[in-house]
């Protein structure tokens, strides 16, 4: 089995829903206590074996580059300053050059067009897909969401995405799977699936299980994304050619151990900032304090 190093994150969203702090920085770039919330995601995806970050992104995203790249003035006033703790902290965080490329959406046609963006790059071989809006926290001493699924892959192959059990009422803001085997899934972490549907009503939703933003997705869905028509929102959707490839090739979904959180909206990004405090080691126990005040 073709092992999985290549990620795709599209990180060109205008990130409407948590403007105007988005207005000059890129959401993915709000910081989640002391570190952009993209950096959980990269994170997460470096312990899962990923080599290479194929980043989809777009005009005005340039400080996601930067922040990846050397800051010569910063490393030397750290250095100069004997602030050598925060400097290799920051040196530990750059990534290895020539591990991470950028390609750009030239127009916000969708997510399965911004996938389809990264093609080139991702070649011939299976690969996997982050939506950095969403950061999802394992509790200490479990693995990565994505390290989760390349253990599920090592076993099953072709296509596993990562999926989350929500209230019936907000199913409309996800794409929704359904198993194959419609009584015998509950208490599985993976589940064979029959189809899934990109935001459903409730009425159309053939399950509660939502897809959350994690995909290990083998390479035939480029070809298929190139003439993928535009579906819900009038956009072309990751969620319909994985429909049609779905005729061809076995889909997983996968039930992981972990919580995430939609930095994407107000209450996630806040959500997720509480979150990741009360897990800091240098801050938790004072950030329960405070949270506990302000119950
Ligand atoms: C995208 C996907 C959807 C998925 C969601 C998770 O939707 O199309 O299937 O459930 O991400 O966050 P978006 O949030 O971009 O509308």
């Keep these: 089995m073709t092992k999985i190093t290549k990620a795709v994150l599209p990180v ?100 399965g067009h911004a996938v389809w963006c990264a093609r080139d790059i991702v070649g011939d071989e299976p690969f996997a897909v982050l939506l950095p809006d969403v950061l999802i926290q394992t509790r200490a001493g479990v693995k990565s969401c994505l ?65 959350t933003g994690r995909y290990i997705l083998q390479p035939e869905l480029m070809s298929l994304l190139r003439n993928q028509a535009a579906g819900a929102g009038g956009e072309i959707q990751l969620t319909d050619a994985m429909t049609r490839l779905m005729k061809e090739q076995e889909f997983h979904a996968y039930v992981y151990d972990g919580q995430d959180y939609d930095c994407g909206s107000k209450i996630g990004y806040f959500e997720a900032v509480l979150a990741y405090a009360k897990m800091n080691p240098e801050i938790g126990s004072q950030a329960k304090d405070l949270i506990a005040k302000f119950a």
């Design 147 to 211: 390290a989760q699924m390349m253990e599920a892959y090592e076993n099953v192959g072709g296509n596993i995405i990562a999926v989350d059990p929500v209230p019936e009422e907000r199913v409309s803001s996800y794409g929704v799977i359904s198993p194959k085997d419609p009584t015998g899934y509950m208490d599985k972490t993976l589940i064979a699936i029959e189809k899934m549907v990109e935001k459903p009503s409730i009425e159309e939703a053939p399950s509660n299980l939502k897809i």
């Design 12 to 111: 060109a969203g205008f990130g409407t829903r948590v403007l105007p702090a988005t207005k000059t920085i890129p959401k993915e770039m709000l910081p989640v206590v002391d570190r952009p919330a993209l950096q959980y995601v990269v994170d997460e995806a470096l312990e899962a074996g990923i080599e290479h970050f194929i980043f989809v992104t777009g005009r005005g995203k340039g400080a996601i580059e930067d922040y990846f790249d050397t800051a010569y003035e910063l490393e030397d006033a750290l250095k100069n300053k004997g602030k050598i703790e925060i400097l290799d902290g920051i040196l530990d965080a750059k990534p290895l050059e020539g591990t991470m490329s950028f390609v750009r959406q030239q127009a916000a046609k969708g997510l």
